[in-house]
């Protein structure tokens, strides 16, 4: 039971809560803000700005005049108007403009945008725009307050960086040597290549590197707007991913030895995972004993009990042990329909909840939804996670979002993806000079 | 490239000077009130760079984790992987279910810049120690809410974590091989990690607007739709008008692309993304040929599927016939994506993550040496940096309850008596290692005066 007094705080949270998702008259974190995205076949950098942009700065992207290759980076190619859909997601309220940085007249373009910038994100083989006259020693001296982030598989220092400052930028490369495909795909005994190291079917190298950019940036730019000092902010995508999750370094200096692939099984909990039912995959995750207890209880499995009491029965480094735990979850699980194990594991968390006896375990489960029932969720689109955009070149599309902040939440105010879309615009805003007046014919031509 | 380039950049970025520069956070008290990873990491992120970040857990209990290490290998009687999620923190242990522990919290909230919880939505609210309540005597105070389905919908009050978060997200759906029914989570909690340091992002630019118009704000940090937010497949879906599915080792937006057994049974990731790249792999494996006909000198054409699957056929055969040694040098002379797949072991003892500072051996007071994870962003004069390890349950009670709130030995003493406040019991994760003399140390036994 509620004390008395505990209604009016619920509902006093229920207003604010109601009127959190509304962007109507709310400032943005980063007003005043302006930030140069010069990457460069490097979708880290593109998704860095991409935060930028989302917060309310000034975000312009420059290209060279043919555009960036990432642009045809795509899914098998797809394309609208010849621009790739993980670009076309990520041209929210960004600016694009193209400078071509091998000429004098749009090197000092770049530095008249530097003066007036607060962050530059670049992607270029370290050294490179240094050799160019705008690297961070030459534009920290126009700009003493800029933060400069560089994003480069190895850094910016180094003997290794130095070494390998050619190699390009690639999310699975960068999946590879953080780590990342060791751990995934099936155990010793599968076959091939089921049981070859496995890539992540995502950008999940590159959305860390990205993060890890961004959140770099901010935390300079917060030291910059105390004391009116920039800096340099270095990005290692060959490594941001095993700093963000951080298990690779400390497993090997402790257990002195790799984790092997485990399959569907996890390393620190039996059963930890999804398992297939009748009409798709559930998730069945015993994190404490009382958790467990509850699982076995509702599954009808009860009498393995004895054998796998405590958290210690359960530890998972003896794999064979731990497959034949799974394996009798694996088998009842297929008997029953996705609904009948929510409806169980609804009903018994319910209870326990209401019970005063508090070891009663609270089984929580979902589905694996794939990306397309994902968008036909009733819970995502009351939270507007996702922005249906209906643009005059690129038709109507679909991109997620998120960031509600209730003062400054993350919005998107338009995407503009062409190459020289705002060439105009920008070259006046900022008094930049044109090599003739047909760069502007550029607009548009892919 | 200017000669001296990368001796200058050595010099500003050199890991011996980390600890003598400055901390771009400092002055920035965080309210730690989190648990587990998600919350927690957040929390971490921001004492890295500086913010004076103070956890509570609840007395004789603790944070779950303290206890999750794997394969029940504990370390000096502590899990060796709590420390990448909570070092450089004051642990302080507090019962928020009574009364006085409330208001203990209240207190501290009341000081400090932002707020960080993850329990399910609600919950804190319940407790009397939610955004409602701390606004209204800290009216500056930056709130996140972190959770696995955010604060609204009608799924809200569904608890949640990492894996959890990742089938809800369809996040799970898309990785492994399409003719197969396994499905393989993303390992090591990415799922909580990445959200986290999303939420650590949400809450800089909380700080910069609060900076710039003293207005403080409450954040609705959802962990499943921070996953929906790094995938291109919504896009993809809204464009194509079908699933893009999962595809093995293939990286459908690079061509060719994949992961490849060499002659000497190890593995090398290859991924090309540009028409320059395509070229220089083509003279490196010898074959002119593939840049003959249909346009194969443009990504555009290189992706489509049948060239995509046909020349992750060719790529395959030429790494089998190759050591990887040969073949990581082949990437470096002909510039173009491949690398080794490295594993826990190597990527621990790399040379280069040593020297660039992330990965780091740390040599603590009360644990002494353990490798860590450093931090993911490198900035030249205000660098992240280890503090210190975790520590025992209620190891800062004294200090933070004596420096920020004033409290005198006698009121903690009653506190302690009435168990509002509290320590480690038997379990491993929560105690101090059994060679360290608790009874003499300063920080524990805190008298006022020192900061630590």
């Known amino acids: 039971m509620q004390k008395r007094g505990?209604?009016?705080?619920?509902?006093?949270?229920?207003?604010?809560?109601?009127?959190?998702?509304?962007?109507?008259?709310?400032?943005?974190?980063l007003e005043n803000t302006l930030v140069l995205d010069l990457s460069y076949a490097n979708f880290a950098g593109i998704m860095a700005s991409s935060f930028f942009a989302e917060a309310g700065a000034e975000?312009?992207?420059?290209?060279?005049?043919?555009?960036?290759?990432?642009?045809?980076?795509?899914?098998?190619?797809?394309?609208?108007?010849?621009?790739?859909?993980?670009?076309?997601m990520e041209s929210?309220?960004?600016?694009?403009?193209?400078?071509?940085?091998?000429?004098?007249?749009?090197?000092?373009?770049?530095k008249q945008l530097v003066v007036k910038a607060q962050v530059i994100i670049e992607t270029f083989p370290p050294g490179e725009l240094d050799s160019l006259g705008v690297g961070?020693?030459?534009?920290?001296?126009?700009?003493?307050?800029?933060?400069?982030?560089?994003?480069?598989?190895?850094?910016?220092?180094?003997?290794?960086?130095?070494?390998?400052?050619?190699?390009?930028?690639?999310?699975?490369?960068?999946?590879?040597?953080?780590?990342?495909?060791?751990?995934?795909?099936?155990l010793a005994d599968a076959p091939e290549p089921y049981n070859w190291p496995t890539r992540a079917g995502f950008y999940a190298a590159g959305y860390a590197t990205a993060v890890g950019a961004a959140t770099g940036a901010l935390v300079a730019l917060f030291y910059q707007r105390l004391t009116g000092e920039g800096q340099m902010v270095d990005i290692a995508s060959a490594d941001a991913y095993a700093s963000c999750v951080g298990f690779p370094p400390t497993i090997g200096y402790v257990w002195k030895k790799p984790r092997p692939r485990y399959g569907t099984l996890d390393y620190g909990l039996c059963p930890y995972g999804f398992f297939k039912c009748q009409d798709g995959y559930v998730a069945i995750a015993c994190f404490r004993d009382q958790d467990f207890r509850a699982a076995l209880k509702i599954l009808g499995l009860w009498k393995l009990e004895e054998d796998w009491r405590s958290l210690l029965d359960r530890i998972t480094?003896?794999?064979?042990?731990?497959?034949e735990l799974n394996q009798k979850i694996e088998e009842t699980v297929a008997g029953y329909t996705y609904q009948e194990i929510f409806e169980k594991f609804s009903a018994y968390s319910v209870k326990a909840a209401r019970s005063k006896w508090k070891g009663g375990g609270l089984p929580v489960t979902t589905k694996m939804l794939t990306p397309k029932e994902v968008l036909e969720s009733e819970h995502w689109r009351v939270r507007k996670s996702f922005e249906a955009i209906n643009h005059p070149t690129f038709g109507i599309f679909t991109v997620p979002l998120t960031g509600k902040m209730s003062r400054t939440p993350l919005r998107i105010k338009w995407v503009s993806a062409q190459i020289g879309e705002d060439n105009e615009y920008v070259f006046k805003k900022y008094g930049l000079k044109k090599e003739s007046e047909d760069r502007r014919g550029e607009r548009g031509e892919q | 490239m200017a000669a001296d380039y990368f001796s200058f950049t050595q010099k500003i970025f050199d890991p011996g000077k980390v600890q003598q520069k400055a901390e771009a956070l400092k002055g920035i008290r965080v309210l730690?009130?989190?648990?587990?990873?998600?919350?927690?990491?957040?929390?971490?992120?921001?004492?890295?760079?500086?913010?004076?970040?103070?956890?509570?857990?609840?007395?004789?209990?603790?944070?779950?984790?303290?206890?999750?290490?794997?394969?029940?290998?504990?370390?000096?009687?502590?899990?060796?992987?709590?420390?990448?999620i909570n070092h450089s923190k004051y642990f302080v242990a507090i019962d928020v279910k009574r009364p006085k522990g409330k208001d203990l919290i209240l207190k501290l909230a009341e000081k400090s810049d932002v707020v960080i919880e993850n329990f399910t939505s609600g919950t804190?609210?319940?407790?009397?120690?939610?955004?409602?309540?701390?606004?209204?005597?800290?009216?500056?105070?930056?709130?996140?809410?972190?959770?696995?389905?955010?604060?609204?919908?009608?799924?809200?009050?569904?608890?949640?974590?990492?894996?959890?978060?990742?089938?809800?997200?369809?996040?799970?759906?898309?990785?492994?091989?399409?003719?197969?029914d396994r499905y393989f989570k993303i390992p090591d909690f990415y799922g909580d990690f990445l959200p986290g340091f999303f939420a650590g992002m949400m809450i800089l630019f909380a700080l910069l607007h609060r900076q710039r118009t003293g207005e403080g704000q409450y954040l609705d940090v959802c962990q499943a739709e921070i996953l929906m937010r790094g995938l291109f497949h919504f896009t993809h879906q809204s464009v194509a008008k079908e699933e893009l599915g999962r595809t093995g080792n293939i990286d459908p937006t690079m061509s060719p692309s994949g992961i490849f057994k060499t002659r000497d049974q190890k593995f090398v990731a290859l991924a090309i993304g540009t028409d320059p790249q395509f070229k220089s792999l083509c003279k490196a494996m010898n074959r002119p040929d593939l840049l003959d006909g249909e346009g194969m000198k443009k990504a555009a054409v290189r992706l489509k599927p049948e060239n995509a699957r046909r020349l992750h056929d060719v790529v395959k055969d030429w790494v089998r016939s190759q050591d990887e040694k040969e073949l990581l040098e082949v990437g470096r002379k002909f510039a173009f994506p491949l690398s080794p797949v490295m594993d826990d072991l190597q990527i621990c003892h790399d040379p280069w993550r040593r020297e660039r500072g992330s990965v780091v051996l740390h040599d603590d007071e009360m644990y002494k040496k353990l490798v860590l994870s450093g931090p993911m962003a490198m900035l030249s004069k205000t660098p992240a940096r280890i503090k210190w390890l975790t520590r025992p349950l209620g190891y800062h009670n004294r200090y933070v309850f004596k420096k920020i709130l004033g409290l005198s030995e006698k009121q903690i003493q009653d506190l302690e008596k009435e168990r509002v406040v509290g320590y480690w019991d038997y379990r491993v994760g929560q105690r101090p290692p059994v060679y360290y003399d608790?009874?003499?140390?300063?920080?524990?036994?805190?008298?006022?005066?020192?900061?630590?």
């Open chain 1, 6 to 29: 505990s209604g009016k705080k619920i509902s006093e949270w229920s207003q604010f809560i109601a009127d959190l998702p509304t962007l109507e008259g709310k400032p943005e974190a």
């Open chain 1, 59 to 88: 975000v312009i992207k420059v290209e060279p005049a043919e555009g960036d290759p990432a642009r045809v980076m795509s899914p098998f190619g797809m394309n609208v108007k010849g621009v790739g859909v993980p670009f076309l």
């Open chain 1, 92 to 110: 929210r309220n960004k600016r694009h403009i193209t400078l071509d940085l091998n000429e004098e007249r749009d090197r000092e373009n770049l």
């Open chain 1, 136 to 186: 961070y020693r030459q534009l920290t001296e126009l700009n003493p307050g800029l933060v400069y982030v560089a994003i480069t598989p190895y850094g910016h220092y180094t003997d290794k960086a130095k070494e390998f400052r050619k190699m390009p930028w690639a999310d699975l490369t960068s999946q590879a040597e953080s780590g990342l495909p060791a751990l995934i795909g099936d």
């Open chain 1, 317 to 323: 480094d003896d794999i064979n042990k731990v497959k």
């Open chain 2, 32 to 84: 730690d009130l989190s648990h587990m990873i998600f919350g927690p990491v957040a929390a971490k992120f921001l004492a890295q760079f500086g913010a004076e970040v103070i956890k509570v857990e609840v007395p004789y209990q603790g944070d779950h984790w303290r206890g999750a290490t794997y394969w029940g290998k504990y370390w000096k009687h502590s899990n060796p992987l709590w420390n990448f």
């Open chain 2, 124 to 180: 804190v609210e319940a407790w009397g120690i939610g955004y409602t309540q701390v606004r209204k005597m800290n009216p500056k105070v930056i709130y996140a809410g972190l959770s696995t389905f955010g604060q609204f919908g009608p799924n809200r009050f569904f608890p949640g974590w990492d894996l959890l978060a990742q089938g809800a997200s369809g996040m799970l759906s898309i990785s492994g091989h399409p003719e197969t």
């Open chain 2, 438 to 452: 608790i009874e003499r140390d300063p920080i524990f036994n805190y008298k006022g005066g020192e900061d630590h």
